[in-house]
């Protein structure tokens, strides 16, 4: 179970060095600073959130919205922090952020060897689609492509925190 004391909340610029270290951590081919400062600056489809603990970013999920579909473009939890279902909260707070915008399916990829992302996903209602053949760059590892649909409210037990328009746009002027 997740401890009470992670807060879930909107991605800010100033977050991108915690982010990079769970970045570093999670992926043998990370992001840059630039790809991040991007994505939170340019890219109007483009939302990020991270996963606070005691002053300290520990994970974080983003989500591209393009009308009515949303895409988790990456979610990692730094690997002293995983197994406390952070990365399920993140997961869970990123697909209603995208219901709140108007999605109504969401996608995303993951290494066929990751199983233990796939039970995830699967917990919280994706379902394969498809394969990206050689799709990782580092060792030509196929992707999984997996979908859900958000529109009936997912599988979720009706105790997420869903985010209001009011609280999105509210917090986002202040990035």
């Not at 179970?1 to 990370?30: N, Q, Y």
């Not at 579909?69 to 279902?85: K, P």
């Not at 994706?126 to 409210?153: C, H, S």
């Amino acid at each position: 179970m997740m401890s009470s004391d992670v807060l879930i909340r909107l991605m800010k610029e100033e977050d991108i060095e915690g982010v990079l270290r769970v970045e570093h951590d999670a992926f043998s081919l990370p992001w840059t600073r630039g790809t991040f400062v991007n994505e939170l600056r340019s890219n109007q489809f483009a939302n990020y959130l991270v996963a606070e603990e005691n002053g300290q970013i520990v994970g974080y999920c983003g989500i591209w919205v393009i009308v009515d579909d949303a895409h988790i473009t990456n979610i990692a939890v730094h690997s002293s922090r995983r197994g406390r279902s952070i990365g399920e909260a993140l997961l869970r707070h990123g697909m209603s952020l995208a219901q709140t915008l108007g999605a109504k399916q969401i996608s995303l990829e993951v290494r066929v060897s990751n199983e233990t992302a796939q039970g995830l996903y699967d917990k919280l209602g994706f379902q394969p689609g498809g394969i990206r053949k050689k799709y990782y760059t580092d060792n030509l590892e196929d992707a999984l492509v997996m979908w859900a649909r958000l529109e009936d409210g997912g599988e979720g037990d009706g105790e997420d925190e869903f985010f209001s328009m009011e609280d999105y746009f509210g917090d986002r002027d202040k990035l």
